[in-house]
């Protein structure tokens, strides 16, 4: 059994040096638990941080009952539900308001919500050389499941993704929560049944892609950059969505999403996308030409492209770009130099 699923058997005779070795070697898991938990990447990196100042501060208090591995994620569980106790919860646009119809679309930025944020698949995805595995993972940090994960009180949300995605058995779940396996078993039937009234729109993984989905990204690719919109539209759902947080816009429909680009977002047209991944799913740096007239392209949005059947059935643009290039190693810019490497 390995470290993604189950909690290794760590021995209680494990040194300071010993939790160290711990913690460095659970980090990215115990960050994709706490991403699932609250829906951002940079809520979860404090989460973990502060669960390792608890972890340092408890450890002579350790008494070995369980794997040190899941004492680690008790401490991170109490720290998400610390974190959640607040009540809110991160959004999508779809989650707030009806879609919007392009002739009448306007860019209304909502201060006072929490969105849901991307991150980086290496920040939440350990390493595994099991395919079923890494597909499973991927799947559970996709932006639908997570967005999902959000309409579900903390705790089932912590025994949801406990038992269904880490697959740890009850009896475990209920010693972290301190609560009793029918209370665990309850929990886990309502979320269930909760998600399943939610309709989470399916979605495939990216990295490794398979050959029609490189094709799909790359006739993507192309016709953004081209901005042949007419070409686009071929390679999106009839009812696909276009959303562009932190404004609460989102459109639904080739036909409306077609129309912003010519209209609302012509903007774009000159664009230049630089490949990443994003939430088990492709993804692109999105750089729009500079507005004082000057060679290069500046940072616009990360687009992380939600993929069913051979069509895009999400395109969601990120635009706070000076948190998001720099948390997925984008370059600042994009110059002279880098447009004749690409064209090479």
């Given at each position: 059994m390995n470290d993604l699923t189950t909690p290794e058997a760590d021995t209680a005779a494990e040194t300071?040096?010993?939790?160290?070795?711990?913690?460095?070697?659970?980090?990215?898991?115990?960050?994709?638990?706490?991403?699932?938990?609250?829906?951002?990447?940079?809520?979860?990196?404090?989460?973990?941080?502060?669960t390792y100042v608890r972890a340092w501060r408890a450890f002579e208090k350790f008494e070995g009952r369980s794997s040190l591995r899941s004492w680690l994620y008790r401490i991170a569980t109490n720290v998400c539900l610390d974190l959640l106790s607040a009540g809110k919860k991160r959004a999508r646009p779809m989650?707030?308001?009806?879609?919007?119809?392009?002739?009448?679309?306007?860019?209304?930025?909502?201060?006072?919500?929490?969105?849901l944020e991307p991150v980086p698949d290496g920040r939440v995805l350990p390493q595994t050389a099991d395919p079923a595995e890494l597909a499973l993972a991927k799947e559970s940090v996709r932006l639908a499941f997570v967005a999902a994960l959000q309409h579900l009180p903390a705790k089932q949300r912590a025994v949801l993704i406990l038992r269904e995605v880490l697959a740890w058995k009850a009896e475990e779940v209920a010693r972290l929560l301190d609560t009793t396996v029918a209370s665990v078993n309850s929990a886990l039937q309502r979320a269930r049944a909760t998600l399943a009234g939610r309709e989470v729109r399916a979605s495939e993984p990216a990295d490794p892609l398979d050959g029609e989905q490189a094709k799909l990204?790359?006739?993507?690719?192309?016709?953004?950059?081209?901005?042949?919109?007419?070409?686009?539209?071929?390679?999106?759902?009839?009812?696909?969505?276009?959303?562009?947080?932190?404004?609460?816009?989102?459109?639904?429909?080739?036909?409306?999403?077609?129309?912003?680009?010519?209209?609302?977002?012509?903007?774009?047209?000159?664009?230049?996308l630089v490949a990443t991944t994003a939430n088990g799913l492709p993804a692109f740096g999105q750089y729009r030409p500079r507005e004082d007239g000057k060679p290069g392209h500046v940072p616009w949005a990360l687009q992380v492209l939600e993929i069913s059947e051979g069509k895009i059935v999400g395109l969601n643009a990120f635009l706070d770009t000076d948190r998001w290039f720099p948390l997925f190693d984008l370059p600042e810019q994009l110059d002279e130099s880098y447009e004749v490497q690409q064209g090479a």
């Open positions: 300071e040096a010993g939790l160290d070795a711990a913690m460095r070697r659970h980090r990215v898991e115990l960050t994709g638990y706490c991403y699932r938990m609250l829906g951002s990447a940079f809520d979860a990196e404090d989460a973990v941080q502060e989650d707030l308001t009806a879609p919007q119809h392009q002739a009448s679309a306007v860019l209304n930025e909502r201060s006072e919500v929490t969105w990204l790359e006739r993507y690719l192309s016709a953004f950059e081209a901005y042949d919109i007419s070409r686009l539209t071929t390679l999106l759902h009839e009812d696909a969505v276009l959303s562009m947080p932190p404004f609460d816009l989102w459109l639904r429909g080739h036909e409306d999403i077609a129309a912003w680009h010519l209209n609302q977002g012509i903007g774009c047209k000159g664009s230049r």
